[in-house]
């Protein structure tokens, strides 16, 4: 059984531009959820989305979208980089949704992004 | 909503001897408590969890315990062996808006 395969796994992008991610769950997934990973601020929620509705949203500017497609594989986009946006963007599927008690969330490896 | 703390930040430990990472949360409705492992280069893996029902869970050489009262719960690792170092979350959720809060991560380190 395939994992959760995130890509790119590393990318090096500009101060101002944007940068789109992607995420293919694990086959029978219907939950998606995105976090950023900082050094110093541990995993942070940015949304999830169930059979492509958003059902939840973090605490993050709206440079920040994501949307989730028939098939739920995932996307996630920041327009307007900026370097404070450098970190590990996780990508997380499971069957329900995540916090569900028994409900086994499963990360991939995540997408290094790094803002010159 | 849910505010999770976790302590220590880091943890050394002597090979063979044991680690304990505590965590608090906020939210009295929570009901699930999982426990998270990132090795280097990874992304996090469940390595046990808990529910608001049970008060410890054991499996192999890590167990967990809750306390509702005093809103707290902690991951025990026993017998630590090298393989044991990375990164290690605690999360709660509340079920009724489907969020899972982590904590800030403890890097633990096993000294050979």
């Known amino acids: 059984k395939a994992g959760v395969t995130q890509t790119p796994r590393y990318l090096i992008k500009t101060r101002g531009q944007q940068v789109t991610l992607s995420c293919s769950p694990i086959?029978?997934?219907?939950?998606v959820s995105w976090y950023q990973q900082t050094p110093g601020q541990g995993l942070q929620f940015l949304f999830e989305?169930?059979?492509?509705?958003?059902?939840n949203k973090g605490n993050f500017p709206g440079r920040f979208s994501g949307r989730q497609f028939s098939n739920s594989r995932s996307e996630m986009n920041v327009s307007t980089l900026e370097l404070g946006d450098s970190a590990l963007y996780l990508c997380?599927?499971?069957?329900?949704?995540?916090?569900?008690?028994?409900?086994?969330?499963?990360f991939g490896e995540g997408s290094w992004l790094t803002v010159v | 909503g849910e505010n999770v703390e976790q302590h220590p930040s880091t943890l050394s430990v002597q090979e063979g001897d044991s680690a304990v990472i505590k965590c608090t949360y906020s939210?009295?409705?929570?009901?699930?408590f999982p426990w998270y492992k990132q090795e280097l280069g990874k992304g996090p893996q469940l390595i046990i969890d808990?529910?608001?029902?049970?008060g410890e869970k054991k499996d192999q050489r890590i167990a967990v315990t809750l306390n509702k009262t005093a809103k707290h719960f902690s991951l025990h690792i026993t017998e630590t062996q090298p393989e044991d170092s990375a990164v290690y979350f605690c999360?709660?959720?509340?079920?009724?808006?489907?969020?899972?809060?982590f904590g800030a991560g403890t890097t633990v380190t096993v000294r050979a």
């Open positions: 086959s029978g997934h219907r939950s």
């Open positions: 999360a709660a959720s509340d079920r009724n808006d489907y969020k899972l809060s």
């Open positions: 808990i529910r608001s029902n049970v």
């Open positions: 997380a599927s499971s069957l329900l949704g995540q916090g569900i008690a028994g409900n086994t969330i499963y």
């Open positions: 939210d009295s409705a929570s009901n699930y």
């Open positions: 989305y169930f059979s492509e509705t958003q059902r």
